[in-house]
């Protein structure tokens, strides 16, 4: 399965920015995209792991619930 790196926009807009085979490529991929960022870009940069685009879309919307304080 790919690695796929994603923008996610205020609002929840999500824009497919790579994809790659290997962990290692997709995170120095997000990084540099990181790095080059303008201060006033909101958009968080993120890497999904899923079977297909759709999928890692899917992922990235979901909302998770924080953990109860103290559990690890």
Same mark, same amino acid.
């Given at each position: 399965?790919?690695?796929?790196? *994603?923008?996610?926009?205020? /609002?929840? +807009? @999500?824009?497919?920015?790579?994809? *790659?085979?290997? *962990?290692?490529? %997709? ?5 540099? /995209? ?19 685009? @759709?999928? %890692?879309?899917? +992922? @990235? @919307? ?11």
């Amino acid at each position: 399965m790919p690695y796929y790196v *994603f923008a996610v926009e205020p /609002l929840g +807009l @999500l824009r497919k920015l790579a994809e *790659f085979e290997a *962990f290692k490529d %997709a995170s120095a991929q997000a990084k540099a /995209l990181r790095a080059q960022q303008p201060p006033d870009d909101r958009a968080s940069i993120r890497v999904m792991f899923a079977a297909t685009a @759709l999928e %890692a879309e899917d +992922l @990235l @919307l979901q909302v998770r619930e924080p953990r109860p304080a103290g559990e690890e």
